[in-house]
């Protein structure tokens, strides 16, 4: 049990009293759970009190009693003199908000103070004590309630809201102070509540059926459900009694609200107009352009199937039927996975053969008016479904660039089975980076941008492929975006598979030079923009050249971390060798150490390269050994070489070529000329 509850146990009003205004003075949490009643009263300084400590021992008399037995506390007045027991004073206990409200005399805004506490789920503070009345309202956000600010103003202005009856009983007479025509119109309002939920005035009335009333949840809220149900009846009686035109509707129809003035044939009329509007057809339509248009066709497919049990195409003018597609919605161990989804339109029986739209991006739906709330609860069970159970959440998805023949640019996402390499070998600085700063954090609350530099073949690829793996096991969804062009288009949707993670090879193609273009400013606004802050976002770019990137996106908030990504160190080269190796005969005895110290400064592709030469050179000799590891390694010294060299432009010179006698050459003014046999030709 909580304090509360302890403390409630007891009889004697005087040190229930006490032990109330112990807690409320040293804020005690009175549902705050304790084993026994003496923990419960232990929560409080006894020393702290008004009677002190000596008050509460001689109450307690034992502790081990006092936590089993109440009656100690009931019969206190018999082991404490009466200058021991201290003063009590029960006006000077401050009340909890159940208390001050119940002061108020009017049941109408008693109601709604009630009801502001439920819908803003402030139902527990009820009970917790507060010094002054004015706290009961200053616990509501009074924007937030069905009355809105004004209401509420227009009150407080009347009222000192201080712990005294007379300025509670403001409250009693709220209606005279309100001069906003608004909120007056609000509260005549009220009084037009006409629905009759039992036309028979003999019969009981439920509290199921009561709850329909929508003055039940107020009522409810005062004096509980069962008073609720019978001030419900109560109040319908006296209206069939008044002879007041009054009806029922089943849940999924439409609520006719009549006023008091309105007679049987004026409330007949309205029906009828009522009826011939909902007859009347419309167009209801629901956007879904930030979500993949697979994702929309199977989750359409998934809310037909649960809302109406199945669905049926419609031909269209010219006898086409709706399309067919599989959709991949996951692959495993090779095999893709499918979903058999449709596009075009489809009748609704349960909407009078409605036509529902299944686009791209959109559904709409033709049908009549009256079942327009059903057609958005549809939508929104569409939405649910994508928000809950995306085909794409949890997996690894590359993106394409598609466009149109009328030139409107979309993405194409295409799930692929995570396949990563274990060969990937990571100096222990680099290593050490990526683990406590990039996979540890993933998944985390905000946005987080890397930057992978450094040159070509050192795993920047291989490692962002790995953290990808790592995301989906804490589900995120992980996007390979093949097209810089679409980056800004990417993050948009990728926002909607939160937590997920972006990443783009070679950001220097559309993030590099001085000048700031239109490409470049859709970046930075990008990553910049609202719509990623606040949003569980890993971006991930590589560059083997960072310095050719503008300095605008290199900026900590744009990228929080870059990790050069260098060539393996002597310690790596040896391990990489050891990877290649360890299956060859005489892989043991191999001096890795000296092999890697003689082996050329180039990136770990390399080391690979030569890896696997060594291989397949000691396979051919039957035994690994030294020397033809170093042999594969000195075959690719000159191909290193090569790399590093520069591209030589072609450019004018002297060259002479002798073929037979002939001669090509170069004259002053740079002219080619062919000498043959004493003839001069120009061949330029």
């Not at 929560?43 to 037995?69: P, Q, R, V, Y």
């Not at 409200?101 to 507060?130: F, P, S, T, V, W």
């Not at 005279?176 to 037009?192: F, H, T």
């Not at 072609?650 to 170069?666: L, Q, W, Y």
Request: hydrophobic fraction near 35%.
């Amino acid at each position: 049990m909580n304090i509360r509850e302890y403390i409630d146990q007891l009889k004697c009003p005087e040190i229930r009293t006490r032990a109330y205004r112990a807690c409320s003075e040293q804020d005690v949490d009175l549902n705050e759970n304790k084993e026994n009643l003496m923990d419960a009263l232990n929560c409080f300084s006894w020393s702290s009190t008004k009677e002190k400590g000596g008050f509460w021992m001689l109450i307690n008399d034992d502790s081990e009693k006092g936590a089993k037995n109440v009656k100690l506390f009931d019969d206190y007045k018999h082991m404490v003199t009466e200058e021991e027991q201290g003063p009590v004073d029960d006006s000077d206990r401050d009340k909890t908000r159940r208390e001050y409200i119940e002061m108020i005399e009017d049941e109408e805004i008693k109601a709604r103070l009630y009801r502001a506490h439920k819908e803003q789920d402030k139902e527990q503070g009820l009970d917790n004590q507060i010094r002054r009345f004015g706290y009961v309202l200053d616990d509501i956000e009074w924007g937030k309630t069905q009355e809105g600010n004004t209401f509420w103003d227009k009150i407080d202005d009347h009222a000192v809201l201080e712990d005294d009856p007379d300025d509670i009983n403001s409250f009693n007479h709220y209606k005279d102070y309100i001069k906003d025509e608004e909120v007056k119109e609000r509260i005549a309002n009220k009084n037009q509540i006409s629905i009759n939920i039992n036309t028979d005035s003999s019969m009981s009335l439920t509290i199921e059926e009561a709850k329909r009333h929508p003055m039940f949840p107020m009522l409810a809220a005062v004096m509980g459900d069962q008073k609720a149900a019978m001030a419900v009846k109560q109040a319908t009686d006296e209206q069939e009694k008044k002879n007041q035109a009054t009806t029922e509707f089943s849940k999924t129809e439409k609520r006719i609200i009549v006023p008091i003035s309105m007679n049987k044939i004026q409330a007949s009329k309205e029906l009828k107009r009522q009826w011939e509007d909902e007859e009347t057809k419309i167009n209801v339509d629901r956007q879904f352009n930030t979500w993949n248009w697979k994702d929309v066709l199977v989750a359409t497919k998934k809310a037909a199937e649960r809302h109406f049990g199945w669905i049926q195409g419609k031909e269209g003018m010219f006898g086409q039927k709706p399309r067919e597609i599989d959709v991949v919605v996951d692959i495993k161990d090779g095999k893709k996975i499918t979903e058999t989804c449709f596009y075009g339109k489809f009748t609704a029986s349960v909407w009078e053969d409605g036509v529902v739209d299944v686009g791209p991006g959109y559904l709409t739906a033709e049908v009549k008016k009256r079942y327009a709330p059903e057609v958005r609860e549809f939508f929104n069970l569409v939405q649910d479904i994508l928000d809950k159970e995306s085909i794409f959440r949890a997996k690894a998805i590359t993106v394409n660039r598609k466009e149109d023949p009328w030139g409107e640019v979309s993405l194409d996402f295409e799930i692929f089975e995570m396949k990563t390499s274990d060969r990937i070998v990571l100096n222990s600085d680099i290593k050490g980076v990526i683990k406590n700063f990039v996979i540890d954090d993933l998944g985390e609350e905000g946005k987080r941008c890397y930057l992978f530099s450094g040159s070509y073949g050192n795993g920047k690829t291989e490692v962002a492929m790995q953290i990808g793996e790592s995301g989906i096991k804490k589900k995120m969804a992980f996007f390979y975006c093949k097209d810089a062009d679409v980056f800004d288009l990417l993050l948009k949707q990728a926002l909607n598979y939160s937590p997920s993670l972006v990443f783009l090879e070679d950001l220097d193609e559309i993030g590099a030079g001085s000048q700031r273009d239109a490409a470049m400013n859709r970046i930075l606004n990008t990553l910049d923009g609202v719509q990623t802050k606040g949003n569980d976002l890993t971006v991930i770019f590589t560059t083997n050249h960072e310095k050719r990137i503008n300095k605008a996106l290199r900026r900590p908030g744009r990228i929080d971390l870059v990790v050069n990504f260098t060539n393996p160190n002597k310690d790596s080269v040896a391990k990489i060798y050891k990877i290649f190796l360890k299956d060859l005969e005489g892989a043991d005895k191999l001096d890795y150490a000296k092999l890697a110290q003689n082996t050329p400064d180039c990136p770990g592709a390399v080391i690979a390269e030569i890896a696997k030469r060594a291989v397949k050179l000691c396979k051919k000799k039957g035994v690994a050994t030294d020397e033809l590891v170093m042999a594969a390694s000195d075959s690719m010294k000159h191909h290193l070489n090569l790399m590093d060299e520069g591209i030589e432009e072609p450019r004018n010179g002297t060259m002479k070529i002798e073929v037979s006698g002939a001669s090509i050459k170069t004259s002053k003014n740079g002219e080619a000329n062919l000498e043959e046999a004493g003839e001069l030709v120009n061949v330029n």
